[in-house]
Structure formats: structure tokens, C-alpha cells
């Protein structure tokens, strides 16, 4: 069973700390409606892979605190992508470039992009 609410908050949280971090082109996708695989995937841009490693532990750690624990973690080391998997919620976070080559947006264009006011 989907749980939106749960989804929401995790988003929400994510989303805030990016911002926070100065996070680049944070992009919500609603992927519910379309795959089991999660509920959103949040997508942003780090300016390097020290950027982009912060804005993960953040991330992470954010949640954490919440009482959202994570299931997996991708990319890490190499931090050109780093995915954060928290179940309901997939997060991406890429350097320019391989966000550019990867354009999940697209891959996905039958996710509803939505805006973080949509959720409040």
C-alpha cells in the first residue's frame, strides 16, 4: 500500500535541505501512478563532488533525525551521482554533466513534475 503521507514528508524534508544547501535545479517527480518502485524521485545538482557529498550526508542525516532510516546508498565514493533510496522516496543528486547525459526528466517523462507547494 502506497503511504503518500509518509512519501510527503520525506520529500518535503529532502527538499528543504537541499534548498538549504545550496542545492541546484531541485526537481520533484510524482512517479506513483506510473511504478513500484517508489513514490517521488527528487532530483538535484551539486557544483562538485565535495557539494554533492554534503548534500547527501545532509540529506541523509535530516532524515534520519525524522525517523527515516535509508535502504540503500549508491555513487558515494565516486560522487558524480549519488542516489539515496528511502523507499518511498528515490534521491538523485548529480554533478551538471551527468545529470545533462542521464536527463532522468526525460527517462521518466511520464512522472508528474511537481512543485514543493504542492505538497503543503
Known amino acids: 500500500m502506497v503511504d503518500l503521507k509518509n512519501s510527503q514528508e ?4 529532502s527538499y528543504n535541505t ?3 544547501k545550496m542545492g541546484e535545479d ?11 518502485l517508489a513514490d517521488y524521485f527528487l532530483i538535484a545538482s551539486g557544483r562538485n563532488i565535495n557539494h554533492i557529498q554534503t ?3 545532509t540529506v541523509e542525516e ?7 532510516n535509508i ?10 551521482w549519488i ?7 528515490v534521491i538523485h543528486i548529480f554533478d551538471k554533466e551527468l545529470r545533462d547525459f542521464y536527463c532522468l526528466e526525460r527517462l521518466w517523462r511520464d512522472a508528474k ?8
Do not use: M, P, R, T
Open 18 to 20: 537541499l534548498d538549504d
Open 10 to 13: 520525506i520529500i518535503k524534508i
Open 55 to 57: 548534500l547527501a550526508d
Open 62 to 68: 535530516n532524515l534520519s533525525k525524522s525517523g527515516f
Open 83 to 89: 542516489l539515496l533510496d528511502f523507499g518511498l522516496v
Open 113 to 120: 513534475a511537481i512543485s514543493i507547494e504542492e505538497l503543503n
Open 71 to 80: 535502504i540503500n546508498k549508491e555513487g558515494y565514493s565516486s560522487g558524480g
Open 26 to 36: 531541485i526537481k520533484i517527480l510524482d512517479i506513483h501512478e506510473i511504478s513500484a
